[in-house]
């Protein structure tokens, strides 16, 4: 069964930093695209970036409002995909999602259970 | 960057409706669309991609059909458990973008 367990989100002051982790299982880590999606409270989904699969290099990209803050990262030896959130924001407060495409190629399949991260004084 | 629109923006139906929602983007992106259920609490759900390509375990109730700008989710018999907000997402190009969410509800 693939199966996405996100881990590492709390509270945190805003120019802080926190660093989330998505434990995958279930299917072949180094061969699909992975992603970060966030949902801040009463708000629609935002993608937040990507992690190319291993052929592409692992290689990123982020949205706008991230680039630059956020660096997304792999761990093959742990089946790990990362997020290393720097200079936090009052707005960067969401539920953060792990997902992966498995399917669909470059789309998102399947996703984890998120966990909650909380930027504020 | 692409935008993407869905209409309507919440619905109200009754246990075997038929429902159908749109998805719009604001420029041509093939069949790379995706559609996704979430329930109040709960992380979403996958399911459909390429535009009308079912996810594994997904009943078949759910459909997916367009290409290009335009795309159709349609449900073709409301049950209880269908009452949800759903999203459409393309994978086109980056940024991938969602749609705002059509929240469907119990008339």
């Known amino acids: 069964e693939v199966q996405l367990v996100e881990s590492g989100g709390g509270l945190v002051q805003p120019g802080g930093s926190l660093r989330l982790s998505c434990a995958a299982s279930?299917?072949?880590?180094?061969?699909?695209?992975m992603d970060w999606v966030r949902q801040a409270p009463g708000k629609g989904l935002e993608w937040v970036g990507r992690?190319?699969?291993?052929?592409?290099?692992?290689?990123?990209e982020y949205a706008a409002s991230v680039k630059g803050r956020f660096t997304i990262s792999r761990d093959d030896s742990k089946r790990s995909l990362n997020l290393q959130m720097n200079s936090l924001k009052t707005e960067d407060t969401a539920v953060y999602y792990c997902?992966?495409?498995?399917?669909?190629?470059?789309?998102?399949?399947?996703w984890g259970q998120g966990t909650t991260v909380t930027v504020s004084s | 960057d692409i935008q993407m629109t869905q209409s309507p923006s919440s619905l109200s139906a009754s246990v075997g409706d038929r429902v159908t929602i749109t998805c719009r983007a604001s420029q041509g992106i093939g069949s790379s669309l995706a559609w996704f259920q979430q329930k109040p609490g709960k992380a979403p759900k996958s399911l459909i991609y390429a535009a009308s390509s079912l996810q594994s375990g997904v009943p078949s109730k759910f459909s997916g059909s367009g290409s290009g700008t335009d795309f159709t989710l349609t449900i073709s018999s409301l049950q209880p458990e269908d009452f949800a907000t759903y999203y459409c997402q393309h994978y086109k190009s980056y940024p991938l973008t969602f749609g705002p969410g059509t929240t469907v509800d119990i008339k």
């Open positions: 279930g299917f072949t880590f180094s061969d699909h695209y």
């Open positions: 992690s190319r699969n291993k052929v592409n290099s692992y290689s990123t």
């Open positions: 997902t992966s495409s498995i399917s669909s190629g470059t789309g998102v399949d399947v």
